[in-house]
């Protein structure tokens, strides 16, 4: 069973900077950047280095940026709806980072 990955483990795998975490409510940066980061993690079975290179690698799905800065400039949202429906959809798994489609 893979670790309960936690806010703080996230923010630290992520290197936000407390800047760039002032532009998300409190909640998002209590508990749902943790959620979003364990549903990506489910993906690449509770590999944390996998699933903060993807955070970290630009992504055609999101228009060429990368879900780290989606959340650096405040689009948590539309990274958390792109998140949640990809799983939903049962979409083949995440796009291992730094792979070309």
Known sequence: MAKQVTSADALALLQL?????????????????????????????????????????????????SPKDMIRLGRFDRLRRFIVGALAERAPELPEPGLTQ
């Open 17 to 65: 900077s407390p800047a760039e975490l002032s532009r998300l409510s409190a909640s998002d940066r209590e508990d749902g950047i943790a959620t979003a980061f364990a549903l990506v993690a489910e993906a690449f079975s509770g590999d944390a280095d996998k699933t903060a290179l993807w955070f970290r690698t630009k992504n055609s799905m999101l228009g060429d940026i």
